[in-house]
């Protein structure tokens, strides 16, 4: 069987850290649906990446977006 397996919290880091980089520092979140774990594990990796380079996390700023249901 083929599979291929991704590191949610390592993906969103490395984001943050691109963003960084480029000089970034008022940076908001997008993320999935509530509740499914891919979501919780992006959300924890942009909180953890956001606090290791000393940056404010804006709550108004964290929006959870229910992607399941498509544009609506």
Known sequence: ??????????GIA????????LGHTRIA???GTPGWLDSEER????????RRNKLEVKESWVRACDFAHGPE
């Open 1 to 10: 069987y083929s599979s291929a397996f991704f590191d949610n919290r390592q």
């Open 14 to 21: 490395r984001a943050v850290r691109h963003l960084v980089a």
């Open 29 to 31: 979140y997008l993320g």
């Open 43 to 50: 959300e924890a990796g942009f909180r953890e990446e956001m």
